[in-house]
């Protein structure tokens, strides 16, 4: 297999002989056939092809198939974010009365997903702290646990997922691993070479890399063997009466089954499909993302080291720095980097955070991380704003502490920034 930096830039599309050299943008809704017939095998799922742009297009394909071959993944699709992606991925396994494991460190909005609207549908989830033991972990485990979820690096507790550890559970109990590897992509991490049978990304992050557009990504490894645990997955295993009884683990196999139901059936039904255009600009993202995230990583290194030399700084949270909780197995998950988000508590707590975010002149203040601008967050003030202190603490957040999320600038530039806030306080 071509090195990932050669599959950044070449992978899933090839043009043939006078095709376009750069990927083309189809702005089509739907396509052309020159009989019903030929139309109604589409319809069928007995011939592959295009014919309304909500269910699948050539633009949004060849994106899905880089990240497929960046993962090392069997099938990929695209969503219009990062939610759908993990909406669709859980969604796809699981139906009202099962039960989902989760670990409890992962992104708000997937927290919210889990816990509240899916419970909604009758979907209930069960959270364990990320460094549980695996006893703890098989405990969680109910007769109706469909699938186990978990971020590679969370969002924004920064704590890395033992992937490994995860994985054997889930495959102990006949259920797939879905991990959402958002924070380090595909050049840090890639969860399916240590067992994960699904992987997920907001693309709006990194992958997308400018903050331009809002995306998501779901790849299946094409592992995971739907069939012999039947009973399971009777969505995947069983006639779905919608296309006219496929069973989409039989005609699909193990490679295609997954994304072909959460296409047919979630796309279909749902409709979050991304524009083709923003599919093209999700693509030239990744294009660089194999240079970008070195120089994100080098940014959140120097970032962390210098403020865990600062008296006015209480707790450094980056994966990567040596004595970090996350940091063995960073080691182990990440040895090339992490990423470039980094947390901390300035020191005189609350007032002292807001007046150091004030303070920054090359860091914006913005709900956002991962972009080529450097930006930071103080979440007591903006995303958890309607918290008390109390609240806050329970919730494992400090009203003292503040999110930065390194981009390309350089590095003096960025740890000088953080230096005068700081003396400011
Ligand atoms: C941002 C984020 C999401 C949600 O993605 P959107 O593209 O904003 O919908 C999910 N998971 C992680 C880890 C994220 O950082």
């Known amino acids: 297999m071509q090195s990932i930096d050669t599959r950044c830039v070449q992978a899933g599309y090839t043009p043939q002989n006078g095709e376009p050299r750069q990927l083309p943008i ?13 139309m109604g095998r589409l319809f069928d799922l007995e011939d592959e092809g295009y014919f309304y742009t909500r269910l699948q297009n050539p633009t949004n394909d060849h994106v899905a198939a880089k990240i497929a071959s960046l993962e090392g993944g069997a099938a990929a699709m695209l969503t219009s974010s990062g939610q759908a992606a993990n909406f669709f991925a859980v969604f796809n396994i699981c139906e009202c009365g099962d039960h ?22 009758g979907i209930q989830t069960t959270f364990v702290a990320p460094d549980c033991t695996p006893e703890e972990l098989d405990a969680a485990f109910q007769p109706n646990t469909k699938c186990v979820f978990g971020e590679t690096i969370a969002n924004p507790a920064l704590t890395v997922l033992d992937i490994e550890k995860f994985a054997q559970a889930a495959h102990a109990h ?22 994960a049978d699904i992987v997920t990304h907001s693309t709006t992050k990194y992958m997308d890399g400018h903050g331009a557009t809002v995306g998501g990504a779901i790849v299946d490894a094409g592992k995971f063997d739907w069939m012999a645990h039947a ?54 993202g990744l294009e660089s993302l194999h240079v970008r995230m070195p120089q994100h990583c080098k940014n959140g290194m120097a970032l962390a080291q210098f403020l865990s030399q600062s008296d006015k700084v209480a707790k450094v949270n980056y994966p990567s720095l040596p004595g970090d909780s996350s940091y063995d197995l960073a080691k182990k998950y990440l040895p090339n980097g992490s990423c470039g988000v980094v947390s901390f508590e300035v020191a005189g707590g609350r007032a002292a955070a807001e007046k150091f975010m004030a303070a920054l002149k090359v860091f914006a203040i913005e709900t956002h991380v991962a972009d080529a601008r450097s930006c930071c967050l103080h979440p007591a003030s903006s995303t958890h704003r309607q918290m008390t202190d109390e609240e806050l603490v329970a919730a494992g957040i400090s009203p003292a502490m503040v999110r930065m999320s390194c981009g390309l600038e350089g590095t003096e530039d960025l740890v000088g920034d953080v230096e005068q806030a700081l003396a400011s306080i």
């Open 26 to 38: 189809v702005l089509s809704t739907t396509f052309k056939y020159d009989t019903s017939d030929a």
């Open 100 to 121: 989902v494991v989760a670990s409890q460190t992962i992104y708000g909005g997937t927290f919210n997903l889990l816990a509240h609207t899916l419970q909604k549908m």
């Open 174 to 195: 006949g259920v797939p691993l879905i991990v959402d590897n958002t924070f380090p992509t595909p050049v840090n991490c890639r969860p399916i070479e240590w067992g």
């Open 231 to 284: 009973d399971k997955f009777p969505g995947l295993t069983t006639p779905d009466e919608s296309y006219h009884g496929i069973v989409y683990a039989e005609k699909f196999g193990k490679e295609g089954a997954f994304i072909t139901k959460a296409t047919s059936q979630l796309m279909r039904d749902f409709g979050s499909i991304p524009s083709p255009q923003n599919a093209f600009i999700l693509n030239l």
